[in-house]
């Protein structure tokens, strides 16, 4: 099965207490995208300018990734520039300029709307509206989200969760969303909100999974010795979740198959986060990937 997803196509400038580098390829459809695209075919939905280099798309044409829905018009990309302190948890907006993003309206060809998994990166919680409002009985739906859209379109976001069947967020965003510091109660609270399922991201902590009836899985984070650049870490987990549950091809996915799929999410952006904007996952092999996953399942095991 084919991945939808719709989110921002951006232009970064990353400095971190050790490196700095511009004009990188960035934004949530970017990393979630090539993230997706390891385990199944991908149609990207997103806007770009005039500025866009032709090496990013020539990146998602190698990754096999449909651009019909990629609009290209007139005038500059998103554009992003932040700044990341010593511990790499704490970022800091140094700019952000929207550019032709501010005027992005998601259309989706024909040939998009039947998608049977679609994943909402994070973008506004009207944009996501939209883009449900064309697709045709999608059979998987998840939703990414941010601080900002809890702040100034809340009472969308919380319309747009009875549309969903999965959440993903991170733990700072579970508790402003809820307004509860446990993130047990905070799960179950947005649960209760319309998501089948609930992903809360813990950054170098892991992950929490809620499910139906009680279930709940506690996911780990790979341990690296070495961090370059954080940027994209959460969009390339949220990718690679969709694109393990479209790989498999069940016609209901379960509690089940969601755990295997936060643990391929969880290893792919432990790749991500070793190089600067996505070049790691450019040269990472399908190989590299098991052998990661073996590992990662080898420390986890209390065997």
Known sequence: MSVLIVGSIALDDIKTPVEEHAN??????????????????????????????????????????????????????????????WDLNTRETRSVA?????????????????????LLANIAPDLQHHVLDQVKLPRFVIADTMDLWINIAKERLIELLSRVHMLILNDGEARQLTG??????????????????????KGEHGC?????????????????????????????????LAG??????????????????????????????????????KTLTHEQIAERKALFHRISSLD
């Open 244 to 281: 393990y549950l479209a790989k498999s091809g069940e016609t209901e996915i379960t509690f089940s198959q969601i755990k295997q799929a936060v643990v391929h999410g969880s290893v792919l952006a432990s790749f991500n986060v070793e190089a600067f904007s996505l070049e790691r996952l």
């Open 208 to 240: 929490l999974l809620f499910g139906d009836d009680g279930q709940f899985f506690s996911c780990p984070a790979f341990p690296l010795e070495d961090i370059h650049d954080p940027t994209g870490a959460g969009d390339t987990f949220a990718g690679g």
């Open 24 to 85: 990188l390829l960035g934004g949530s459809a970017s990393y979630s995208a090539v993230a997706a695209s390891f385990s199944s075919p991908v149609n990207l939905v997103g806007i770009v300018g005039e500025d866009f280099p032709a090496e990013h798309v020539e990146l998602f044409e190698k990754r096999s990734i449909d651009l019909a829905g990629l609009q290209r018009v007139p005038g500059q990309t998103f554009r992003w520039s932040g700044e990341y302190l």
């Open 98 to 118: 929207l550019n032709v993003f501010e005027h992005f309206t998601p259309t989706l060809p024909d040939s998009y709307k039947e998608t049977p998994i679609i």
């Open 180 to 201: 509860l510091t446990s993130l047990i109660k905070a799960g179950r609270k947005l649960q209760e909100l319309g998501p089948r399922y609930v992903a809360v991201k």
